[in-house]
């Protein structure tokens, strides 16, 4: 596949700006080095050239970048695993890049097809926004809620309700769950989280799920997370630790096609039918938007104040940001309930109840 002359370039450029503005330093530092390397003929071109069309668009850094902290979370390359924080190492701002190099030299095949590898990412730090959305959507109809997510990885965010939330005037989810979300969360003034949200039932599905039951999932997951984000990389390895404790099954299935079969049947009375994602959209082709749009719109025909319908979805709206935008039927009213960063922190309530 040919890129542009001058994309494999600008998609390391991309992502080392990416990696400074979102928290990783060390990555930063790295992909700047991993730029020379590709400047000058190296390891990294070779690898690199030719694996997409639109590199940026395909994150080939981050799925080379991958390779290499999945291999030292393996324990099969420990000298970079001494120097990423992840692994249990230190990094003090040392170079890296030539103990990279030498992971890619001698891993090259695991190289060849990481780069092929889409990229895989679960954000749980999504799940503040998500939990606000459905409290509101409780408390505004009074029912259980029957949700449908699709494209959702490891299924980490249909856990949702095993984590908890606290505001600091309000609280959702489980009371007892290690994994908590403080009121750092939100920005002032905090919204509500009363309401007792009751779920019904929970069905997800994504083109490529992750089976986080198997050590191989678990790496995988672990694996496409900036390896001096101990934060993040905590609370995931938390997640699935929970997850582990109680599966759900994400089905294997195009977003369309499920969400059609899904939705096939009337929805049903006394429970709220809300279909969500979260960072999915931009990686669906056309048909299969298409396919999602015709399967809610179907549903929200059938739609009655006993039966209502959601479409909840957290999709990028700027650089930085997302928006969480609501659609309820009866009616097809549009709201943008919040703003928030990718990785869901700094959640920007703008909806009222
Ligand atoms: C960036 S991840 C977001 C995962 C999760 N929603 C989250 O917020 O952490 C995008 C997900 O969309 C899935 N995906 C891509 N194309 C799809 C399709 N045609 N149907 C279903 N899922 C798809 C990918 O496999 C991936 O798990």
């Given at each position: ?184 969360w939100w920005n002032d003034p905090k919204p509500s989280l009363s309401g007792k949200t009751v779920v019904a039932s929970t069905r997800c599905s994504d083109i490529d799920p992750i089976d986080i039951t198997t050590a191989a999932g678990r790496l995988t997951m672990l694996s496409f997370v900036w390896p001096d984000q101990q934060e993040r990389l905590d609370r995931l390895r938390t997640a699935l630790d929970i997850a582990a404790r109680l599966p759900i099954t994400v089905e294997r299935a195009d977003a369309g096609d499920w969400l059609q079969a899904q939705l096939a049947l009337a929805p049903s ?85």
């Amino acid at each position: 596949m040919t890129a542009e002359p001058g994309a494999v370039e600008a998609s390391l450029q991309a992502q080392a700006a990416s990696a400074e503005h979102i928290g990783s330093p060390l990555y930063a530092s790295l992909l700047s080095e991993l730029l020379a390397d590709h400047r000058a003929g190296g390891i990294t071109a070779d690898l690199l050239d030719g694996v997409s069309a639109q590199p940026t668009h395909d994150a080939i850094p981050l799925r080379y970048l991958a390779t290499a902290h999945r291999l030292a979370l393996a324990g099969d390359a420990p000298g970079l695993a001494r120097l990423y924080p992840s692994c249990g190492g230190t990094w003090r701002g040392e170079t890296l890049g030539r103990e990279f190099i030498e992971v890619a030299r001698q891993h090259r095949s695991a190289f060849e097809a990481g780069v092929r590898r889409n990229v895989q990412t679960n954000e749980v730090g999504r799940a503040p926004v998500l939990a606000t959305a459905f409290a509101l959507i409780t408390r505004r109809h009074r029912m259980a809620l029957d949700l449908l997510e699709i494209g959702a990885s490891a299924g980490l965010l249909s856990h949702w309700d095993r984590y908890h939330y606290d505001t600091g005037f309000t609280s959702a989810g489980d009371p007892d769950s290690p994994l908590r979300f403080d009121a750092r969360w939100w920005n002032d003034p905090k919204p509500s989280l009363s309401g007792k949200t009751v779920v019904a039932s929970t069905r997800c599905s994504d083109i490529d799920p992750i089976d986080i039951t198997t050590a191989a999932g678990r790496l995988t997951m672990l694996s496409f997370v900036w390896p001096d984000q101990q934060e993040r990389l905590d609370r995931l390895r938390t997640a699935l630790d929970i997850a582990a404790r109680l599966p759900i099954t994400v089905e294997r299935a195009d977003a369309g096609d499920w969400l059609q079969a899904q939705l096939a049947l009337a929805p049903s009375t006394g429970v709220a039918t809300v279909v969500f994602h979260s960072i999915v959209w931009q990686y669906l082709p056309r048909p299969t938007r298409d396919g999602v749009r015709r399967a809610i719109h179907a549903a929200a025909d059938r739609a009655s104040e006993q039966a209502p319908v959601f479409w909840l979805r957290m999709e990028p709206a700027g650089p930085t940001f997302a928006d969480v935008r609501l659609t309820s039927w009866p009616g097809g009213g549009e709201e943008v309930l919040a703003e928030v960063g990718y990785h869901g922190t700094g959640i920007r309530w703008l909806a009222a109840d």
